[in-house]
């Protein structure tokens, strides 16, 4: 099975600009989560889809950034305008809606992303 | 509100030794997930383990051992004669289990994280 995947593996972008960055998750998993870490610090949490309705949105920094999962399939992470302080890795993930397993989420590598 | 501390910023050892990674976690629910992700030089976050918090036998896979006691709230990994492919990032993560789809469907609250080098 593919994992999920995330795309681009780096960006780089200058303040000011705009940058989508998109997660494709395991298929059929219905949660969607996206993280990101700061230089430094801890991951942290953005948001989380369930198919295509926000579950919870209460990580979103500002309305800068975007997420949309349009179909319940794959998301993607709009930053506009992106700021200097934006940059960093983010991380997509997802998981069955009721998984019985104990293996919690499938991580996909991260978008590194830096605001020059 | 949830926190996790990973007081150990950067550990460095030599091939062989034993390690200990600390995770020290707050929390008001009863009923919580802790987990252990490593983050080798790829970049992707890999699972290791997940323990809920009725569960605190200590568990052993291979050379990975952890140990779990509510009594102090800690959580911590030992990896027992290290080895160089051991060298990345790992991250303690702590969730709430709320919601019908159980705790491994719920937002992670992670630590700092701690950067294990194994010098050959």
């Known amino acids: 099975e593919a994992g999920v995947t995330q795309f681009p593996s780096h960006s780089v972008i200058e303040k000011g600009q705009t940058v989508t960055l998109r997660c494709d998750p395991i298929s059929g998993h219905d949660n969607l989560y996206w993280y990101r870490r700061v230089m430094g610090k801890e991951i942290k949490f953005l948001l989380h889809f369930v198919k295509e309705s926000k579950q919870d949105e209460s990580g979103m920094p500002n309305n800068r950034f975007l997420a949309e999962r349009t179909g319940g399939t794959y998301s993607t992470l709009k930053v506009q305008p992106a700021e200097l302080e934006d940059s960093g890795v983010y991380f997509c993930a997802s998981s069955q809606l009721r998984t019985g397993n104990d293996y919690g989420y499938t991580f996909g590598s991260g978008t590194r992303l830096t605001v020059v | 509100a949830q926190k996790v501390t990973q007081a150990q910023t950067e550990i460095s050892v030599v091939e062989k030794e034993d390690v200990t990674l600390d995770c020290v976690y707050e929390t008001r629910d009863t009923t919580y997930y802790l987990f252990w992700y490593k983050q080798p030089p790829s970049g992707e976050l890999v699972f290791l383990i997940r323990?809920?918090?009725?569960?605190?036998q200590n568990e052993i896979s291979g050379r990975y051992s952890w140990n779990f006691q509510k009594s102090t709230s800690s959580f911590n990994f030992t990896i027992t004669a290290s080895q160089v492919v051991d060298s990345a990032v790992y991250f303690c993560?702590?969730?709430?289990?709320?919601?019908?789809?159980?705790?491994?469907?719920?937002?992670?609250?992670f630590g700092k994280g701690t950067l294990l080098t194994v010098n050959p």
């Open positions: 993560a702590l969730s709430e289990a709320r919601g019908s789809s159980g705790g491994s469907n719920y937002k992670l609250t």
């Open positions: 323990r809920n918090s009725f569960d605190e």
